[in-house]
């Protein structure tokens, strides 16, 4: 049974958007709110954030439910996540890598958030165990009291807060596991560098963009900038949306 997808237009490309470790959808509603504005169908999902190849399949299984065309952006991991789904997607048309990951087979989301100096999201880590079923492990979580400063620094001091009670964890198995696909080999692509982020550094996104031939626009931002500036993050992914019809 396909979804139900409403669009204005004939041939509007869905737009999925897909969060990171740490957040969850709603850090998507500036983004979205705009997008509707435009007259975009939009769905953002719920990234389970349990590991790489689950979180991919899971993210497949609801674009391939999708009428129509789609394009797909991704936020932190949730960029890893969209280049190691929709490889072989016949209805993706775009990805949009926002302040995200784009990683080669052999390579983890880990890996990648420390081959360049400046993140500081390590230290403000802590874990927590979890029984899932007959397996376990650890949950990655951002300690409260520094979220702000290292993931939402340019956020309102009240809403960063609301955002670090609600964040949601990540297995850390998850930033280890190692891509299989890079959908950006044939999918073009649009990035998003925030030269003010303390989770990713810019270089390495700055690296992954040159790697991916991207589109690439620069922002002064934070990490979280789905939250702090909506619009630019919408601007960037209705290029795509425009490019793709």
Do not use: C
């Not at 520094?146 to 960063?160: G, L, M, Q």
């Not at 964040?167 to 998003?192: C, F, G, N, V, Y």
Request: net charge negative; charged share 20%.
């Amino acid at each position: 049974m396909s979804m139900s997808v409403f669009s204005p237009e004939e041939g509007v490309p869905t737009v999925v958007l897909v969060h990171g470790a740490f957040a969850e959808s709603s850090s998507w509603n500036g983004v979205v709110s705009r997008l509707r504005a435009e007259a975009v169908p939009v769905l953002a999902i719920a990234n389970p954030l349990r590991g790489l190849g689950q979180d991919a399949s899971y993210l497949r299984s609801v674009i391939d439910h999708i009428d129509g065309p789609v394009v797909v952006a991704g936020h932190s991991y949730g960029g890893s996540v969209m280049s190691e789904a929709v490889e072989g997607a016949a209805n993706v048309r775009a990805l949009v890598f926002v302040a995200s990951f784009a990683l080669e087979p052999g390579e983890s989301t880990g890996e990648l958030a420390n081959r360049y100096p400046g993140g500081e999201l390590g230290t403000a880590l802590t874990s927590a165990p979890f029984v899932a079923g007959a397996e376990g492990g650890d949950d990655l979580y951002i300690e409260q009291e520094k979220f702000r400063a290292v993931f939402a620094a340019d956020v309102a001091e009240e809403t960063a807060a609301q955002m670090a009670a609600t964040q949601r964890p990540i297995a850390a198995t998850a930033l280890e596991d190692r891509a299989t696909s890079a959908a950006w080999r044939s999918i073009p692509s649009w990035t998003m560098v925030t030269r003010d982020d303390l989770a990713i550094p810019a270089e390495s996104m700055r690296f992954m963009a040159r790697r991916a031939q991207s589109s690439t626009v620069e922002i002064d931002a934070s990490h979280a900038v789905t939250v702090s500036q909506p619009d630019a993050v919408a601007d960037l992914i209705l290029a795509a949306v425009r490019a793709s019809r």
